[in-house]
């Protein structure tokens, strides 16, 4: 996959952590390189990881202990379906490292941007947000919409298995395409 030609349609922005020496379990990282998995990707197991909402790298790697982050896309073809009900870490086989560190500001900018966009592509999907949050609300009264959106309420739990990630992942997509 040849990432300096990316297309929306076979990538999908997210965001990671690294150690203050850009390793993330053990395994050390540059900026602007792309690297491959050899064999599946599982969520929590084994890939790369990364998450589609920027506050939820402070889960994994947190700010006062120096941590370092960047924007990053994954290729689609190869994404675990899994996903976690309570954030949104993502894991695949192909990942490609941005050519620049970004700072927790513009982090937290990015994600008010994102939010903003997510907010349109929902409505515009019919769904009906009919409140205003405070801003240490709304990142999981989002997620919980998109993921309960996306799925049956006989598919949700805890942890999913779930074939319809794609769902999920064109509402970050068409976010991105309006930010």
Same mark, same amino acid.
């Given at each position: 996959m040849a990432f300096g030609m990316r297309s929306e349609h076979s990538t999908i922005i997210a965001y990671k952590g690294f150690n203050r020496d850009m390793t993330c379990r053990d395994m050390q990282y540059q900026l602007g390189q792309t690297y491959i998995h050899d064999g599946p990707a599982h969520l929590c197991e084994c890939g790369f990881h990364a998450c589609l909402l920027p506050s939820d790298i402070f889960r994994f790697y947190y700010p006062c202990e120096g941590a370092l982050y960047t924007k990053v896309y994954l290729a689609k073809n190869g994404l675990d379906p899994m996903l976690e009900s309570s954030n949104s870490k993502i894991c695949g086989r192909v990942i490609h490292i941005d050519n620049k560190l970004i700072t927790v500001e513009e982090l937290m900018n990015e994600e008010l941007l994102l939010i903003q966009a997510i907010k349109k592509v929902l409505r515009k999907r019919g769904v009906v947000i009919e409140q205003k949050w405070h801003y240490q609300e709304w990142h999981y009264i989002y997620w919980n919409l998109i993921f309960n959106w996306s799925c049956s309420s006989a598919e949700?739990?805890? /942890?999913? /298995?779930?074939?319809?990630?794609?769902?999920?992942l064109d509402i970050f997509s068409e976010a991105h395409e309006l930010m």
């Open positions: 949700c739990g805890t /942890r999913l /298995r779930y074939t319809n990630v794609s769902k999920i």
